[in-house]
Every structure is written in C-alpha cells, then in structure tokens.
C-alpha cells in the first residue's frame, strides 16, 4: 500500500474501525496471527462499542452535504459524526457558541438529522437486564415497607412466621421469654435463692 499524502486529516472513527478490520483485528480470534499489535487491538476492542461499528460511508458523505447549511466546522463535523449526540444537551457543548449560531429549531432539525442518518451504537451486555426485586414505582403501605396489595406471604419473616408492625415492644430475647417492665426488683441471685430483706445485715 502506497501513501499518496501524510496527514491530510484528521480521521472519523469509522475510518479508524475500516484500518483495523483491513488489518485483520476482526479476524484473528487468538490475536496472535494477524499484524495487530495489542494497543491496536485495545482501539479496535474500543471502536467498536460506538456508534462507529453501525456507520456506513455512505451515511456520513450524506450527512456531510446535510449539514452544509448550518455552516459547521470541521471539528464540529467530525465530533458529531464519532460521537453521535442525541440530545440537545449533548450536542451544545460539540458545536461552539452553539445558542448564538444557531437558534432551537436548527438545533432539532440537526439531532433530528443524525438520529436518521447515523444507528446508535450497540447496548453493552446486560443492559436490558433489570435488578431483581421490587420494581420502582410500585405503592407502598403506609408505615411498612410492603407493597400494598401483597400477599400475606410476602410479608412473613425467613422462619415463616407473619411480621405484625404493630408489635413495637420486644417480647424477649432469642428464646422468647417476655421481659416484664414492673420487675424492678431482683429476686434473687444466680442461685435462685431469694433474698429476706431482713438478713442484708448477715
């Protein structure tokens, strides 16, 4: 392969993602065959979770002439094209003095533009996965932490038995004696004997 020009330019990320799988980097499952060395294969392994491994040429020459008339620079261009906003929010900070250059309606027609010529890049694995457990969103019983309507088993302990929120009181210790608040006094020691308040003096 012979360089007609060093430097003409800065390169799109589909340019980049085209080098690498000419080179082989899309080929080669062991890594080891093909002329790819391992910082390559990291661009490469980075390249193509963008938006770059669902573009085409062809979809980036048409967004070239599109956008011919909101007079972008050819970073702005090339940042939209690798980054694909969009949002409005995202593509304000791509395009400089983006309020003063362009007014709302140019701004939508531009996002609008690129959601329809560019694919959003590929969802990473277990994206659609939701966590387990109780949805977002669902009512809850007041003072509980039950979504209301549950069933009654959804609302019994680990050991089976049913929770009642309105037993604030501890009713003793793990085996399950009831502690009683008007036994002030000890009636007794470790013994079991009980003390005649006459003998403290013995």
């Not at 490469?44 to 979770?49: N, T």
């Not at 929010?89 to 959601?115: A, K």
């Not at 277990?126 to 977002?136: K, M, S």
Request: glycine share 8%; proline share 7%; hydrophobic share 30%.
């Amino acid at each position: 392969m012979k360089v007609k020009k060093a430097n003409a330019g800065a390169l799109t990320n589909l340019e980049v993602l085209n080098f690498l799988r000419a080179r082989g980097a899309s080929t080669d499952p062991t890594r080891v065959i093909a002329p790819v060395s391992p910082s390559e294969y990291q661009v490469y392994d980075y390249l193509v979770e963008t938006a770059a491994c669902n573009q085409t040429q062809e979809n980036i020459n048409e967004f070239l002439k599109s956008c011919e008339k909101y007079k972008l620079a050819k970073a702005e261009k090339l940042n939209i094209i690798n980054i694909r906003p969009a949002t409005l929010v995202e593509i304000d900070p791509i395009i400089e003095e983006c309020q003063d250059r362009l007014n709302e309606e140019q701004v939508e027609e531009l996002v609008e533009l690129i959601e329809n010529l560019f694919p959003p890049p590929p969802k990473p694995e277990g994206a659609d996965e939701g966590e387990e457990g109780i949805p977002d969103g669902l009512p809850m019983e007041e003072g509980t932490d039950y979504v209301k309507g549950a069933p009654d088993e959804a609302k019994e302990g680990t050991d089976g038995s049913t929770l009642d929120d309105t037993d604030e009181d501890a009713e003793g210790f793990s085996d399950g004696f009831q502690l009683e608040d008007t036994d002030e006094d000890i009636e007794g020691t470790t013994d079991g004997l009980t003390l005649d308040p006459t003998d403290k003096g013995k």
